[in-house]
């Protein structure tokens, strides 16, 4: 996916010519706590954080008084969500900016949609079972770990890889469509795998998505 499918069809950046208190208005309303500034023509001025306008005193000022140089983080429309994902996590910012291959601005993305996105990427919506292998890391097929599943007629909606720290494991977390996860661990067993945790009911298979999203961002700033 591309950063352009994620920006906010209702998202508005602030013109550089307003004030800071329009600023802080848009940002409550939108729970976020950075703002792109830009004017009428689409050029990007920079990212503006709510403590920015209140210890630079921009309440009542337009953003245009301001002197300092603001910091420019952005993506190109046409770049991949994971650099979308690396400077959410490297920068700790709410919004990310987009802007078109001439560098003019086309809209943000924030922060909650990115966490949709992962949503659906990892099939937390679909009712299912999610379960962790741990095995070692020379031993790790991908084929051999479908074909186990698929010979107990299930299926494989998402699939992710960790390394725990100071470890030479690896953890396959995998989603299937299926709620009876009898058949499939027992052939899994038979295999020597070791299968480290199992999971059902949806309070344990949200916990542990979060689990695994914090992961796979803390992985990403690496």
Do not use: W
């Not at 601005?105 to 079972?129: Q, R």
């Not at 914090?214 to 700033?221: A, G, Q, R, T, V």
């Amino acid at each position: 996916m591309q950063a352009k499918e994620l920006i906010s069809d209702i998202f508005p950046a602030v013109n550089i010519n307003d004030k800071g208190e329009k600023a802080l208005v848009r940002m409550d309303f939108f729970k976020i706590s950075h703002i792109p500034l830009t004017d009428s023509d689409g050029n990007y001025f920079g990212l503006i954080s709510e403590n920015e306008i209140y210890d630079f005193d921009l309440v009542e000022k337009p953003f245009s008084s301001y002197k300092n140089v603001l910091a420019r983080p952005f993506v190109l429309c046409n770049e991949h969500i994971y650099s979308v994902i690396n400077l959410f996590t490297k920068l700790n910012i709410s919004v990310v900016p987009v802007l078109n291959d001439r560098e003019k601005y086309i809209g943000a993305i924030c922060f909650h949609d990115l966490v949709k996105y992962f949503g659906k990427l990892t099939a937390s919506e679909n009712p299912g079972t999610i379960f962790i292998l741990e095995l070692d890391s020379h031993n790790y097929s991908l084929s051999q770990i479908a074909q186990i599943i698929e010979s107990n007629g299930a299926k494989v909606l998402s699939l992710y890889a960790s390394s725990p720290k100071d470890s030479t494991k690896l953890e396959i977390t995998v989603k299937l469509n299926v709620n009876d996860f009898s058949a499939v661990k027992k052939t899994f067993e038979r295999y020597d795998y070791k299968i480290k945790a199992a999971y059902n009911e949806d309070d344990k298979i949200n916990e542990l998505l979060e689990e695994r999203y914090d992961e796979f961002m803390n992985y990403l700033n690496i």
